[in-house]
């Protein structure tokens, strides 16, 4: 095909070139050829073969003497302009990568250059109350599996177990038996790719089967391959709070008539105590995701459905690429060996990842067209952040502090105002996203619950003039920010998860050849700094899951900064997400980690609090409580 375009483009003639313009050629080859990459040329996508083939057919003509212009030249006739620009953001991206700054989710880094060429980890489907629906929704995700991203639904349509199925006079299976067709297809598409594909599976809270919904999971093996969630609207916390009898309607899927009624304390308490024993199901508060859902207006319908960990709020068949900073890299060292956060690096590289995960968006391979439709419909993307403890413990600034808390909604609403910023940037250079026409945008509403929930003295940033600019050019990317759990990015660049704390501090791993202990790295830098670095101490720390809390040895302030999930209280976690979820336009994913000990009124008051405080969604893990524990803190355990 690029052969083909060099002819059409009739630019040879037997003029000769000089050596000069075939090394130049050839210089580009070993420039990008360390790259997978992928660009928009004019109405053509080139990668790393394509550019290959362009550059090797350059040459042979060249050599032969058909070429009359440079290859500069001809880079810039095809582009329209100068290609060189490309090589150097290239360089960039590449160098931000490498040097593990930010990182794109796994599937772009998997995928990339590949032939599958998908790049989201996130997305949604719908389910509509029909067997033909059912079973596009099914065929849907098990395209979406093999590329390696997770799909949530929303099952609340499903009629309930036992209701009737009037073309055959039987009964209806009901959502948590379907459930169970695309958990299998879950298990069997993950043999071929490269990570198992994640589910949300939804049922909102006046649906007849919620009840066996919320105990359906307490068994090992049920449904392993999802994360289930009950979805709360206003009704449910009105019942609750405001009514002396809680008394609260559930209602047919088809009619929504009334079916039976319940008691939404009971029913509070039954999701309370089931996420207690094997933590799960999570809440997902779909009044506090649709508050300031400025795009429902274009949609004409609130959003429903949230990708697996309930970081990201999707309509049906909408995806979301998302990618991560790794904040620890802008903690710069001082003369004084002190160090500091980096806020002009992180404007900078804030700018330029809302820039990467734009591209994205058009150089994405979609697994379905309607998804193709959807997601440029919105362009919406996940720009989250990942290493936030590290930082935290590099500043020396401990998590759960009013300064802790203070810097960790400083750079929320950074991360966001600096990407709405460039996202609006690229709305003037590359146009609005097709709906934003359409959304309450144009009416200077933003999607940002901090910019209305907080003091005006309290926040660090000018809204009203960005707000201006949007009303004026419109934005390129409906949302631009979320925190992801960087389950695999973190490992990757060696850094903690997402906003999370760390989980252990030291644990100990034993291998055929022996045993060995994962040091957090920053806490390593300072027991040594401290003389304090030996295998003893080490071993006492794992020995104390993780934690330097109450070790004579280790110095108070110590103690105090390198915090553990498990050190925190549950408050001071819910604290933490509220803080980011102010300022982010998606969710985050984070876990409320409790110890062992907690009762199911703990449980119950920790959801109560995260509604109050504006939380999107809440999952609770209690200790010991999963029936299959990923990550064993010390060799007892
Ligand atoms: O770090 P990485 O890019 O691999 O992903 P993550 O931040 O841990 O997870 C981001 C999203 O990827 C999740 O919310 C899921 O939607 C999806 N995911 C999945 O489908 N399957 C997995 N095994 C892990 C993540």
């Known amino acids: 095909g690029i052969g083909d375009m060099l002819y059409d483009s009739q630019i040879f003639d037997k003029s000769g070139n000089n050596k000069q313009d075939i090394d130049e050629a050839k210089s580009y080859l070993e420039k990008l050829d360390a790259f997978d990459y992928k660009f928009k040329v004019g109405d053509y996508f080139f990668n790393k073969w394509h550019f290959r083939s362009l550059i090797t057919h350059y040459v042979t003509l060249a050599n032969k003497g058909q070429m009359k212009i ?13 290609l060189e620009s490309y090589a150097d953001k290239i360089t960039e991206y590449f160098t931000m990568m490498t040097g593990q700054d930010f990182l794109p989710n796994s599937p772009t880094m998997m995928n990339a250059g590949g032939r599958l060429g998908q790049l989201s980890a996130c997305f949604v489907l719908g389910m509509e109350d029909g067997m033909e629906e059912i079973m596009k929704s099914t065929s849907d995700a098990a395209l979406i599996f093999k590329s390696g991203g997770g799909v949530g639904i929303n099952y609340s349509n499903l009629r309930e177990e036992g209701d009737i199925v009037a073309s055959t006079s039987g009964v209806a299976s009901g959502p948590v038996s379907f459930m169970n067709i695309i958990n299998t297809v879950t298990e069997v598409v993950k043999q071929g790719g490269k990570r198992r594909g994640a589910n949300m599976g939804i049922i909102e809270a006046w649906h007849p089967d919620v009840e066996k919904f919320i105990t359906n999971k307490t068994e090992a093996g049920v449904l392993e391959n999802f994360n289930v969630s009950v979805g709360i609207w206003e009704d ?65 319908a609130p959003l429903r459905a949230t990708n697996p960990c309930g970081e990201q709020s999707l309509y049906p068949y909408e995806s979301c690429n998302l990618g991560s900073i790794n904040l620890v890299n802008l903690a710069k060292r001082q003369a004084d060996g002190s160090y500091e956060f980096d806020w002009q690096g992180y404007e900078e590289i804030i700018r330029k990842t809302t820039r990467f995960l734009d591209n994205i968006i058009d150089v994405n391979n979609y697994p379905v067209p309607e998804i193709s439709t959807a997601s440029k419909e919105s362009r919406r993307i996940g720009l989250g952040v990942m ?208 110890p062992y000990d907690v009762t199911v009124e703990d449980v119950k008051s920790a959801y109560l609090l995260a509604h109050e405080i504006g939380l999107k969604g809440m999952t609770v893990y209690r200790d010991g409580s999963r029936h299959k524990q990923v990550l064993h803190m010390t060799s007892e355990n």
């Open 387 to 594: 290493g936030v403890a590290d930082l935290l413990y590099r500043l020396k600034i401990p998590y759960n502090s009013q300064e802790g808390y203070e810097l960790q909604s400083k750079l929320s609403e950074a991360l966001t105002y600096y990407s709405m910023e460039e996202s609006v940037a690229l709305a003037r250079s590359r146009g609005e996203f097709p709906l934003c026409a359409k959304t309450e945008y144009p009416e200077g509403k933003i999607p940002i619950s901090g910019y209305y929930e907080k003091s005006k003295e309290s926040h660090s940033y000018e809204w009203e003039p960005l707000i201006e600019e949007i009303k004026k050019h419109g934005i390129r990317n409906v949302l631009t920010t979320t925190v992801a759990p960087t389950g695999t990015l973190s490992m990757i660049a060696d850094c903690s998860n997402g906003m999370e704390p760390a989980f252990a501090l030291v644990f100990e791993k034993r291998v055929t050849v022996g045993r060995f202990f994962y040091t957090n790295k920053i806490l390593e830098e300072a027991l040594k700094e401290e003389g304090l670095y030996t295998d003893e101490i080490l071993e006492k720390i794992a020995d104390n899951y993780g934690s330097l809390k109450g070790l004579d040895e280790i110095p108070q302030w110590m103690q105090d900064v390198f915090v553990t999930a498990m050190d925190i209280h549950w408050a001071d976690h819910l604290m933490a997400q509220g803080v980011w979820q102010d300022w982010i336009g998606n969710a985050i994913a984070k876990t409320i980690n409790m």
């Open 70 to 82: 440079s290859f500069k030249d001809l880079l810039t006739l095809l582009a329209g302009k100068k």
């Open 236 to 300: 449910f916390w009105h019942a609750l709070v405001n009514t002396t009898d809680g008394n609260y309607v559930l209602r047919s899927p088809r009619d929504r008539k009334p079916v039976k009624e319940i008691n939404a304390h009971q029913l509070i308490d039954l999701i309370a105590l089931s996420a207690w024993k094997s933590a799960e199901p999570g809440l997902i508060f779909f009044d506090q995701i649709n508050k300031y859902n400025v795009f429902a207006k274009a949609r004409q």
